[in-house]
T-cell receptor
Framework: DAGVIQSPRHEVTEMGQEVTLRCKPI?????LFWYRQTMMRGLELLIY????????DSGMPEDRFSAKMPNASFSTLKIQPSEPRDSAVYFC??????????FGSGTQLSVL | GENVEQHPSTLSVQEGDSAVIKCTYS??????FPWYKQELGKRPQLIID?????GEKKDQRIAVTLNKTAKHFSLHITETQPEDSAVYFC??????????FGAGTTVTVRA
């Protein structure tokens, strides 16, 4: 298995633009998590899904952020409109019943 | 929700010495405690984990201990090597399936 796959690896955009981050979890994993990592706030959980259903989105900072999981092998995190303070590394991670969480390579987002 | 505190925030050790990182958690229902290593520009990678029914676990040069009563757990790295230099995160899984992370410890191994 190739592990959790995220795209793009790097995204540079201008304030006000829409940003879409993509994730393919490990096959067979039924939990998918989106994290944001910054120096100031560390690793923050934004939202997680179980069997494609959003379970807890209490970490989503604002209505500008939305996430979907249309099927078991794909999820997106969208920011519209983006702001400079959204600049961070966004990680997707997945796990199955045995609780071991595996991270993707992350998307480095820079909003100018 | 769960709150995980991690100390120290930075740790510098001489190659060959031991490194210890300590974490405390707040939710007594938490039952799974993984440790992640993150090298610069890379993803966090699971290096060892422990469940609440176990007090200690060892894997080569790394070991983790858990004290459920005191709600704290620790990572021990023995015979440190330059490749151990990284940021280490502890985490705790509460019964809402959310993994809460500590703030991280930057470990530097001096040659």
């Amino acid at each position: 298995d190739a592990g959790v796959i995220q795209s793009p690896r790097h995204e540079v955009t201008e304030m006000g633009q829409e940003v879409t981050l993509r994730c393919k979890p490990i096959s067979g994993h039924d939990y998918l998590f989106w994290y944001r990592q910054t120096m100031m706030r560390g690793l923050e959980l934004l939202i997680y899904f179980n069997n494609n259903v959003p379970i807890d989105d209490s970490g989503m900072p604002e209505d500008r952020f939305s996430a979907k999981m249309p099927n078991a092998s794909f999820s997106t995190l969208k920011i519209q409109p983006s702001e400079p303070r959204d600049s961070a590394v966004y990680f997707c991670a997945s796990r199955n019943y045995n609780e071991k969480l595996f991270f993707g390579s992350g998307t480095q987002l820079s909003v100018l | 929700g769960e709150n995980v505190e991690q100390h120290p925030s930075t740790l510098s050790v001489q190659e060959g010495d031991s490194a210890v990182i300590k974490c405390t958690y707040s939710d007594s229902a938490s039952n799974y405690f993984p440790w992640y290593k993150q090298e610069l520009g890379k993803r966090p990678q699971l290096i060892i984990d422990i469940r609440s029914n176990v007090g200690e676990k060892k894997d080569q040069r790394i070991a983790v201990t858990l004290n459920k009563t005191a709600k704290h757990f620790s990572l021990h790295i023995t015979e440190t090597q330059p490749e151990d230099s990284a940021v280490y995160f502890c985490a705790a899984l509460s019964n809402d399936y959310k993994l809460s992370f500590g703030a991280g410890t930057t470990v530097t191994v001096r040659a």
